[in-house]
Structure formats: structure tokens, C-alpha cells
């Protein structure tokens, strides 16, 4: 009897579970492609595929090629990001999809991919321990490891305190990079009234043997608080774990790395002027040059994007607050993704009639759309609307064709 019963309950769970992706799917606007402005061969040879997830068991890629356009309603999600996407990474999308990904806590090589947990306090007396998981895969051998460790480091016990880390993988060795501030202190409006001061630690773990240690690195930032670095300002690239920085004097900003090879602090001497606070502007990485957008949308009918390109090689400025416009596609409008590839600004972009604060619980009716520019000349030579509605998790991508 009481077999029966659960295999009746069994049963009438699963047909729950697929009369709702049924009715999820069902009641999911149909995406459109809208051609709005220019010719849509500008795409070039450059794909934006976007990822929505309807609900538990049903999630939406759209695809948009120059000469194609698909939406598939029922298939398999990609790694659990909005920032990083790699043919590596969806092939390994099962042993990434418990983790939340971005570029600073992932990692891959030819031979292994990678993840860092969430740093946690542990409160030892007066001292604080910083404690995470690392989680990597071998692609060759497909073996698994997940690794606790703690770092060594004694912190210093504040209410105030905020670590942000960044991981990168050189030759058999992780080395992880945690930037905190100390001391921040407020008013009784809730308002800065002292910045605190900024440190970082480096760190090299073995996996093998569960080592962590401290390396004693000096930079700029521990010797005399002249900088600080730029909220979520880390990023890797060609084995460099780089830091963007404030003078908070001058209000300037400059670029410093921390190299994995020579295991040396170096500083790009160039400042960088900008139109406002470098942690508004997106950033991406491309051909060892760094990209930096910010969306001005305070122009009435207009959306004006500032790009500022820096050389990380020479350190040159090749963009210099180069200024791209273009007409309002709603009231609400947010770059969501951009990249600078053969010369053209990719800018994916959400647009919405209805602000966060003014209706929660109505569909504020998302569009999602591409917008690309001429680098040099800043003609605007395409707008295309590519989905429609709106989901409670989604990504947008501009990829090479080659890298999808």
C-alpha cells in the first residue's frame, strides 16, 4: 500500500514538474529579431549569444550571426556566469554549475580548469583567518579536486573590513591575490567619513600537497597609501595579475602589475584621465589592450559611450575618451557587454520602459539588443533588438565566431 502511494506521489511530481516547464515555455514572449538601424552584415565575424534561464528546468540561447538569428527555448545552460564564456568552459559546464563564475575567481589552461570559493572569516581570538575552497578539474585525466584552505595571514579584527581576491594559474602553481581595505569608517548618515587604507597579500598554493604560502611582495600600495585600488579593479592577462589604481591625490589613475614569471610589481607610469570614477566603467581585455566604456545617459535622447583603450604592453593611450553616440532605445538603457574587436565597438545593451524602484512585482518588459560603431570614424553601423522579455538570470556575450 504504502509502495503505491509513493509511486502515485512520484508520479503526479513528475507530471507537475513537466506541466510547468510546458506552461514556462508556453508563456515565454517570443523573441523577435528587430533590424532597428544600419546593415546587419557589420556583425562581421562575430556572434552575440545570450543565455536566459525561464525558470528551474527550462533555459533560452539566442544566437546572432550576421546571415542567421535562433532562439532555442529548451537547451542545455551554460556555465553559471554573465562574464566569463569559453568553449572550455560549456564543455565543462556540469563541473562548474554549483558555482557562481566571473573573471576574477576562475582560471583555465590547456590542461585545467578551475574555480575559488568564497573567502570566508574564521575568528580565532583577536585574529581573523581568511578560509575558501579551490576547486579544479584536470581536462586531460577529467579527475576532480576540491581543496579547504586557510590562509596563513592574521587580519586584523574590523567591522569595516572588505577582501576581494583574484586567481590565476602559472606552469603547476595558483597564486591568489587578496586586496582588502582596513579602517573605513562611517558618519551616522551612513556617509564615508575616512577610506581606510588599502593592502594586499599574495599567496602560492600547491594543490598537490595543500600548501599555501605568503610571498613577500611590496608595491606601491603598502608602502605609502598614495593609491587605492579601484573597487573590483583585478583583472589577468599573459600571465600578469594587474590592479587598477587611484591617486587619491590627483584623482588620476594608473595601471600596475604583478608579474607571475618574475614574480615582480611593476607600475605603467601612463595616467589615465577620465570622464568619472573608473569603478562606473565596464572593462574587457583584447589583444593585450585594455578597454574601459562608460554609458552616459543623462543626455536626453541620446546615449553617449566613452571609450578610453590603454596599451598594456607600452602603456600608450590609444582611445582617449573617445565619445560614441546613438539614439535612446527606451527610457532605461545599460551596456550590459562590450568588446573592441577588428576595429569595431561591439555594445550589447538592456533597455526598459519601467525603473527598479517604481514597480516590482510588473514585467518591466527587457529588451536586449547589439550595437556596433566604427572605432575610428564612431559611425554607428548597426542596431539590431534580439530578445524580448525578461528572465531572472541571464547573459549576454559577443564572441568570435571561432570561440563559439
Known amino acids: 500500500m504504502n509502495k503505491k502511494i509513493s509511486r502515485i506521489a512520484l508520479g503526479l511530481s513528475l507530471s507537475s514538474i513537466i506541466v510547468l516547464g510546458i506552461l514556462i515555455n508556453s508563456n515565454s514572449p517570443k523573441d523577435k529579431l528587430k533590424d532597428i538601424n544600419g546593415d546587419r552584415n557589420s556583425l562581421g565575424d562575430v556572434t552575440i549569444l545570450s543565455q536566459e534561464r525561464l525558470g528551474f528546468y527550462s533555459t533560452k540561447i539566442i544566437t546572432l550571426y550576421k546571415d542567421n538569428y535562433e532562439v532555442n527555448n529548451n537547451s542545455k545552460q551554460l556555465a553559471n556566469s554573465n562574464e566569463v564564456y569559453s568553449k572550455i568552459s560549456n564543455e565543462n559546464r556540469t563541473f562548474l554549475r554549483n558555482s557562481v563564475i566571473s573573471d576574477n575567481n576562475y582560471y583555465e589552461t590547456n590542461d585545467s580548469i578551475g574555480y575559488i570559493g568564497y573567502l570566508d572569516e574564521y575568528y580565532d581570538n583577536e585574529d581573523v583567518y581568511i578560509m575558501t575552497t579551490i576547486h579544479e578539474k584536470n581536462l586531460k ?61 599574495f599567496y602560492k598554493i600547491n594543490l598537490d600537497n595543500k600548501e599555501v604560502k605568503e610571498l613577500d611582495i611590496k608595491t606601491e600600495f603598502n608602502e605609502n597609501g598614495k593609491y587605492k585600488v579601484v573597487e573590483d579593479g583585478m583583472f589577468v592577462n599573459n600571465n600578469k595579475i594587474y590592479f587598477k589604481m587611484e591617486n587619491k591625490e590627483t584623482k588620476k589613475y594608473n595601471l600596475a602589475y604583478y608579474d607571475l614569471a618574475s614574480q615582480k610589481v611593476e607600475t605603467i607610469k601612463t595616467e589615465i584621465s577620465l570622464e568619472t570614477d573608473m569603478s562606473l566603467y565596464e572593462s574587457s581585455v583584447e589583444d593585450n589592450k585594455l578597454n574601459l566604456l562608460y554609458t552616459n545617459k543623462d543626455i536626453k535622447d541620446k546615449i553617449a559611450l566613452h571609450l578610453t583603450t590603454i596599451d598594456l604592453k607600452s602603456g600608450d593611450i590609444l582611445n582617449d575618451n573617445v565619445v560614441y553616440e546613438m539614439d535612446k532605445l527606451n527610457r532605461f538603457n545599460d551596456a550590459t557587454n562590450f568588446r573592441v574587436v577588428d576595429n569595431k565597438l561591439y555594445v550589447t545593451l538592456k533597455s526598459h520602459k519601467i525603473d527598479k524602484q517604481e514597480v516590482r512585482t510588473k514585467d518591466r518588459e527587457y529588451a536586449d539588443s547589439i550595437a556596433v560603431f566604427d572605432e575610428k570614424t564612431k559611425k554607428l553601423l548597426y542596431v539590431g533588438e534580439y530578445s524580448q522579455g525578461s528572465g531572472y538570470y541571464e547573459g549576454n556575450y559577443i564572441l568570435k565566431n571561432e570561440e563559439v
Open 141 to 201: 585525466t577529467n579527475k576532480t579536486t576540491e581543496v579547504d584552505i586557510k590562509l596563513p595571514t592574521k587580519f586584523k579584527q574590523s567591522n569595516n573590513s572588505n577582501y576581494k581576491s583574484i586567481i590565476a594559474k602559472y606552469k603547476d602553481d595558483l597564486y591568489l591575490v587578496v586586496h582588502g581595505v582596513d579602517g573605513i569608517l562611517y558618519n551616522d548618515s551612513g556617509e564615508i567619513v575616512d577610506e581606510g587604507r588599502d593592502f594586499i597579500k
